[in-house]
């Protein structure tokens, strides 16, 4: 396995910059941010170090020539919109750019692409089975057309007002994956799979592992704390950044040992990217890399680098 970071947390540098940080620590590869340009709401979105809309020819050099000399490769290119929304202007938009990060993965010969399957929150999963399967057929379909693997995160996305009562994001479910690889089977489509949004689902995040290791194209280290007494207070009914909170790996309550027994025993062999969305270490720039170093520090001892 290789280690590496998703370059959300370090929004404010080019993807230089970001390639230096990757190799003056250690790091092997990162999951590379492709938003738009331009600002979006949701922390961590909105962050582009490639620019997948004005990619060419010259650009795709310079982006291979970069690695090439950090010593660095791109692990995926993350993009992870709601493309199921209800507001379907908006989500045509974010669909033709996730067809774009698809090709340019393609053509940066990264061929991996990690995102949500998006979500009407306001329908229950049977009511946006079929839109979903209307987006996603084609989307599948050309991933496999330029030989790239889609990695869906597991994460519900259901933190806010805004986000209730179903969430933005499907996939979220051992229940819902197997009925989304049964209507669409292809092995282009897979998991970018968080062990982190299981620990406040309260679901085992290490049985499906070996139920799921063929579609494993992807994984994330982040953590996650769950405070008990506000847990006692709000229940599990209550909004989840009321009880539970994100952390760097090694703060919270995954046990990385077993987590990296069963990706081994899976025969897991690809990227893993460390993701920051913990508010101790947000704000100056040092703070958010030194996430990356303490985050980094706790991991190696469970793979080679």
């Known amino acids: 396995m290789k280690l590496g970071f998703n370059t959300a947390i370090l929004p404010d540098l080019s993807l230089e910059q970001v390639l230096d940080v990757a190799a003056e620590q250690g790091f092997s590869c990162v999951e590379c941010c492709c938003w738009p340009p331009g600002k979006a709401e949701r922390r961590y979105a909105g962050v582009t170090h490639i620019d997948v809309t004005a990619l060419d020819a010259d650009g795709i050099k310079r ?7 950090k010593g660095v490769s791109l692990s995926s290119l993350g993009y992870y919109p709601n493309v199921l929304q209800a507001d379907r202007s908006q989500a045509e938009l974010e669909i033709a750019h996730t067809r774009r990060v698809i090709e340019a993965s393609a053509a940066l010969g990264v061929n991996v692409v990690t995102t949500f399957v998006g979500r009407d929150p306001g329908l229950s999963i049977d009511e946006n089975w079929p839109r979903f399967l209307e987006v996603w057929r084609p989307l599948v379909s050309l991933a496999e057309d330029r030989g790239v693997k889609i990695g869906i995160e ?11 009562p179903g969430g933005k994001n499907l996939a979220s479910t051992p229940a819902i994956w197997r009925r989304m690889f049964g209507d669409i089977p292809s ?25 799921f290791k063929d579609r494993l194209h992807h994984v994330h280290a982040k953590d996650a704390r769950i405070d008990r007494a506000l847990l006692n207070e709000h229940g599990i009914m209550g909004y989840p950044n009321l009880w539970h909170t994100p952390k760097i790996p ?56």
């Open 63 to 69: 982006i291979g020539d970069l690695c090439a000399s």
């Open 154 to 164: 597991n994460c519900p996305m259901i933190f806010t007002r805004d986000e209730w």
């Open 187 to 211: 092995p282009a489509f897979g998991l970018n799979y968080d062990p982190s949004h299981f620990i406040w689902q309260m679901v085992d995040y290490i049985a499906p592992i070996s139920e």
């Open 250 to 305: 090694g703060l919270g309550e995954v046990d990385w040992g077993r987590y990296f027994g069963a990706l081994s025993d899976a025969g897991y062999d690809g990227p893993v990217a460390i993701e920051v969305e913990d508010r101790a270490f947000e704000g100056a720039l040092d703070k958010r890399k030194e996430s990356l170093i303490i985050a980094r520090r706790h991991l190696i001892q469970f793979l080679a680098g």
